[in-house]
């Protein structure tokens, strides 16, 4: 199971840390991504992680140098970190895993997770 926490209202700039819980399985060999569904666009990942790839990180060309995805394995906890608020980070935001990756690849492709929170809501507004 993954819960996503730490979204709402907020205003441009400054940061924002969202948590994903995970509970039921071991982070290892599993790759943990944050998609994001902004309104009326389809679903995008942002940021990936591999524990098992000695915690690979990976980000989308739009959020690289704000956005930062790390891991608390003691808590086994998927943080991610926003920078610089920016009203089109606006989006529900959802954790995700990736259980079978492909040995030795990353990915931030939606396609490829198999298990998915329930998101939390982000917005970015004056």
């Known amino acids: 199971q993954l819960v996503e926490s730490g979204g709402g209202l907020v205003q441009p700039g400054g940061s924002l840390r969202l948590s994903c819980a995970a509970s039921g399985f071991t982070l290892d060999g599993w790759t943990i991504g944050w998609l994001r569904q902004a309104p009326g666009k389809e679903r995008e990942g942002v940021a990936c992680?591999?524990?098992?790839?000695?915690?690979?990180?990976m980000y989308a060309d739009s959020v690289k140098g704000r956005f930062t995805i790390s891991v608390d394995y003691v808590k086994k906890t998927i943080h991610q970190q926003i920078n610089s608020r920016k009203p089109e980070d606006t989006a529900v935001y959802y954790c995700?895993?990736?259980?079978?990756?492909?040995?030795?690849?990353?990915?931030?492709?939606?396609?490829?997770?198999?298990?998915w929170g329930q998101g939390t809501q982000v917005t970015v507004s004056s």
């Open positions: 995700a895993a990736l259980t079978a990756p492909v040995p030795g690849i990353s990915t931030i492709d939606k396609g490829q997770y198999d298990r």
């Open positions: 992680i591999s524990p098992h790839l000695y915690s690979r990180t």
